[in-house]
């Protein structure tokens, strides 16, 4: 909520720049803005506008549903118009305020839509002027070859909780979950935790949605579940 307190607290930019903070991170969506945040792109805007002002950097991230899958390299043009140096997509969390919408699940051609104008995106913008980024939740690149999608949840990050426990990734930091743990302040990981890495782990375990998760009877998530608990 770091557009919203801006907007209503514009000085805090400079608290920011004397602690030598150079980039904002801010949450912008698509057509779901006001259903999801409660402050309205117009709010957002002026946010942008006095961040580059003041010479911050300023990186969108952004909720991909499927009402907007298919506009997202118009999303990318936005932002760029908008003087953003980057935008960061994810995939809709059927979670928290997520509940109450309904129907918004990305299905097979809605991936294939947004990794297509993701790929034309990134062939338009030069990275220094537009970093176009998706995360992990999206999983596998449906469309574009090579796919390079690794999960990194358990083997490049975990997430730790004040009780000590090791989760892979914050979108699976819950109980029931743990990979692992802190033992004299080094991170152990489970023997038998297995990361097959070709999903997103999270999606996969259902933290996303219920609606969300593909081939739940692939012996290989059951495997996963099991092996994890
Ligand atoms: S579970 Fe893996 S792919 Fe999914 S968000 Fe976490 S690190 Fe990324």
């Known amino acids: 909520m770091i557009g919203l307190r801006i907007f209503k607290e514009p000085e805090i930019i400079d608290m920011l720049k004397e602690v030598g903070i150079k980039n904002v991170f801010m949450s912008y969506h698509f057509g779901i803005q006001d259903s999801l945040n409660g402050i309205t792109n117009e709010m957002l805007n002026k946010v942008i506008r006095d961040l580059r002002d003041k010479d911050m950097r300023v990186v969108l991230m952004t909720t991909i549903t499927n009402q907007n899958a298919k506009v997202t390299l118009h999303i990318c043009d936005t932002a760029y118009e908008l003087g953003a140096s980057g935008i960061e997509f994810n995939k809709i ?38 970093e176009v980024r998706r995360s992990g939740t999206f999983g596998s690149d449906t469309v574009n070859t090579p796919d390079r999608f690794h999960c990194s949840a358990g083997v490049k990050k975990v997430c730790i909780t004040p009780d000590n426990k090791v989760y892979g990734c914050t979108c699976i930091c819950k109980p029931g979950y743990e990979v692992g743990e802190i033992i004299d302040r080094e991170i152990y990981l489970y023997k038998d935790f297995y990361n097959e890495r070709s999903w997103c782990l999270g999606d996969k375990m259902g933290e996303l949605g219920i609606d969300n998760i593909q081939e739940l009877n692939d012996p290989n998530i059951k495997r996963l579940v099991k092996t994890i608990k």
């Open 93 to 130: 969390f059927i979670q928290g305020r997520a509940k109450n919408l309904t129907n918004i699940g990305l299905n097979l051609n809605d991936y294939n839509t947004f990794f297509t104008q993701l790929k034309e995106a990134r062939d338009k913008y030069d990275i220094n002027e537009l």
